[in-house]
């Protein structure tokens, strides 16, 4: 293997060049300046000091540029795993301990090491593993307990909980207790965001501004209100009248390996995995979306090693788990990003911004962090995918509506195991009760379709089916009664022709089911016959004695199945002698 395969870097470096640079380092720029308050606010959803954010946005993004195969995924601290950072480690420290931050840094350890590990043994597949429905659901519901969670910050009040009721509840009880001087700073940075997320990029275009510079300076609607508040608090003098930032270290983090502690490990490694699975899923689904624009290729396993170099990297320089952020990767796509050196360089702006600018956020309140959070985060909700599911698959739809309900009313642990419960239960349901179809010929031509669905030519001799599903342990016993039962309404019948076109695997549990069928329709003296099957599936099937002691035979061509065994109804097909006596005699396909 190539070392460009296992490090993509030295594949696009090479060929890197000033036209390259140019746009890489504008969208670093413009998406530096989207990150700076997110890490901040996302850190805070963590419930770490915002300067961690910042720590997990430097390092992280080079681990992640040196290993990734996607040119414009952006990564860092996100909403979702910020939660379920907060979620996992909540159980085992108090926020704002000393503890409750190295237990944060090792979570993201074992993150980064269960990721690269998955890397190495080529387990990206595994990203197919949760349906769509199912991810939409978990983070629709996830987004919807951030945003409450936040309201504390807006209302200036003391409020925990992990689910949606808890939240509420906690609220409730803080109702006398509202600050009014957040709530001053809070409602209006709210009501800003909204408008600047929807209005400020045409308000600008009226200005006279192009279209790309308008885009970019409203993405800056966050840094805005961030000097808007940083300037009231600080000119009349209201930093102990709410919550603030305070004191932001202005130095970068210092490299160390997090101290390994066995009860901690056994208490994060679940959590880590799941926050691994769940950052996994949602950073492939938007490396792939974008991607397919400029018609370039994801490597889901080359992904895991650079997540998990990421979350390696944010442990050893104080950070906690990170993932790919869509609005962010939207961001850095729009904005021109053409390697993914432009990581590389946002990490340098976020570095900068660390050593010399954190100072001027001490007046910073928290309640305009939270407004962020909020606008960020609702932009994840999507009912749409549940209109969707409904009209185009109900347990699609059951199981998204599922997660939606465990996550909302017990917490994103729970919800996510579920999630991914659901997704391999609908797999087994779905798959343990595959389409079977009687077919009968198309007239006038060598085409079989469903007898329900087409007119067909059929015979009282032979009964045809197809079976639009491989066949192993949880599916066979079905073939087999549905094969009872149409034997059984059946007088006369001769012939059992099973259509193969569809079956690409017969493991050995179906084997035994096949046989114990090939035997029992023998007795009643109907013989079991094969056509168009596999060359793969006819290999295996040759390594034991079903083939040997089956009642009928292989055909290559379903049509030349059943003018063999009735002539009267299919006449034989017109073709050469030699493919005759191949099609008659049974082949590989």
């Known amino acids: 293997m190539k070392a460009s395969n296992f490090l993509p870097i030295l594949d696009w470096g090479r060929r890197y060049d000033a036209h390259q640079f140019s746009d ?20 805070l959803l963590a419930g770490l000091p915002p300067h961690i954010g910042l720590y997990a946005s430097i390092l992280p993004l080079i681990g992640y540029m040196v290993f990734c195969s996607s040119r414009v995924l952006a990564v860092g601290p996100v909403a979702v795993v910020s939660l379920m950072t907060a979620a996992a480690v909540g159980q085992i420290a ?5 503890e409750y931050l190295a237990a944060a840094i090792m979570l993201a350890l074992l993150s980064g090491l269960i990721l690269f590990l998955m890397g190495l043994l080529r387990l990206g597949f595994l990203a197919d593993f949760l349906s769509h429905p199912v991810v939409s659901g978990f983070i629709t519901a996830s987004g919807l307990i951030i945003a409450v969670s936040q309201v504390k910050h807006i209302l200036g009040v003391a409020a925990s909980g992990h689910s949606l009721p808890a939240i509420l509840q906690s609220l409730y009880g803080q109702a006398a207790n509202i600050n009014a001087t957040a709530l001053a700073f809070g409602t209006p940075a709210l009501v ?30 966050p840094l805005v209100a961030i000097f808007v508040a940083i300037g009231g608090v600080y000119y009349f003098d209201l930093q102990y009248a709410l919550p603030i930032v305070g004191d932001i270290p202005n130095s970068l ?58 979350n390696i990297l944010s442990s050893l320089s104080g950070g906690y788990p990170v993932t790919g ?6 961001v850095n796509f729009d904005a021109g990003a053409a390697t993914p050196a432009a990581g590389g360089f946002t990490a340098i702006g976020i570095a900068l911004v660390t050593v010399y600018f ?22 994840l909700v999507d009912f749409a995918t549940l209109k969707y599911s409904w009209v185009y698959s109900k347990s699609d739809f059951f199981a998204a509506v599922l997660t939606i309900a465990v996550t909302l009313s017990i917490g994103v642990e729970v919800g996510v195991a579920t999630g991914a419960l659901a997704s391999v239960v609908l797999y087994l349901l779905k798959s343990s009760q595959p389409h079977i179809a009687e077919i009968g010929q198309v007239p006038r031509t060598q085409h079989f379709r469903n007898v329900l669905r087409h007119k067909v030519i059929t015979s009282s001799r032979i009964l045809s089916l197809r079976v639009d599903e491989n066949l192993f342990f949880a599916n066979a016993v079905h073939l087999q009664r549905f094969i009872d039962e149409r034997v059984s309404e059946r007088a006369g019948l001769k012939h059992v022709v099973l259509n193969c076109v569809s079956i690409s695997q017969i493991d050995g549990s179906a084997l035994d089911i096949l046989q114990a069928l090939n035997n029992k329709l023998s007795k009643a003296g109907i013989s079991l016959h094969l056509s168009e099957v596999k060359g793969p599936v006819e290999d295996r099937l040759e390594r034991n004695d079903f083939l040997a002691k089956l009642s009928g035979r292989v055909f290559f061509h379903h049509y030349g199945a059943v003018s063999a065994l009735d002539e009267g109804v299919y006449p034989p097909l017109q073709l050469s002698r030699a493919t005759t006596e191949e099609v008659n005699a049974g082949s590989h396909i």
């Open 325 to 330: 952020g869509f609005a962010r990767s939207v």
């Open 358 to 379: 954190t100072p001027f956020l001490y007046f910073l309140p928290k309640a305009i962090l939270a407004a962020t959070i909020i606008v960020a985060v609702l932009a």
């Open 253 to 310: 983090p210092n490299l160390a390996l997090p101290q390994f502690d066995m009860s901690l490990f056994r208490s994060l490694i679940v959590p880590a995995f799941l926050i691994s699975i769940i950052g996994f899923v949602e950073s492939v689904s938007v490396a792939r979306t974008l991607a397919v624009r400029k018609d370039q290729n994801i490597d889901p396993n080359q992904e895991l090693l650079g997540l998990g170099s990421a």
């Open 94 to 98: 108090a926020t704002g301990t000393a």
């Open 192 to 221: 800003f965001l909204f408008w600047s997320r929807s209005y400020l990029k045409p308000s600008l275009e009226k200005l006279g501004l192009s279209v790309g510079a308008s885009g970019n300076l409203a993405k800056a609607g």
């Open 24 to 43: 890489d380092a504008i969208a670093a720029i413009i998406v530096t300046i989207m990150l700076i308050p997110q890490s901040l606010a996302y850190a």
